[in-house]
């Protein structure tokens, strides 16, 4: 189970730390994702963590502004949010994938349940 939390509203060019936490003793076992959903569009890819944390990617919308991180031992993932913009107003979502490299959103497991982020401009 993933509880994502941290979202709310924050002015353009401000920060934001989301959090994700999961349940069980086998969160070192999956790769972790963040997507997102903005009002009116589909869901859309954010970035992605292997198992050790070691390597990341992310969409070319976000680079640069936006890390994911994970903590094993406190079996949480983060995702810190620099330079908001008003396009990044969004239902954030982190999700679980059994395969160390998860390239799409099919490929995730488990979902959290979401949280607003809403970047005023």
């Known amino acids: 189970q993933l509880q994502a939390s941290g979202g709310g509203l924050v002015q353009a060019g401000g920060s934001l730390r989301l959090s994700c936490a999961a349940s069980g003793r086998t969160f070192s076992s999956y790769a972790m994702g963040w997507f997102r959903r903005a009002p009116g569009k589909q869901r859309e890819f954010v970035g992605r963590i292997s198992l050790s944390g070691g390597i990341t990617y992310y969409a070319d919308s976000v680079k640069g502004r936006f890390t994911i991180s994970r903590d094993n031992a406190k079996n949480t993932v983060y995702l810190q949010m620099n330079s908001l913009k008003s396009e990044d107003t969004a239902v954030y979502y982190c999700?679980?994938?059994?395969?160390?490299?998860?390239?799409?959103?099919?490929?995730?497991?488990?979902w959290g349940q979401g949280t607003l982020v809403t970047v005023s401009s």
């Open positions: 999700a679980a994938s059994a395969l160390s490299w998860a390239s799409v959103s099919t490929q995730y497991d488990y």
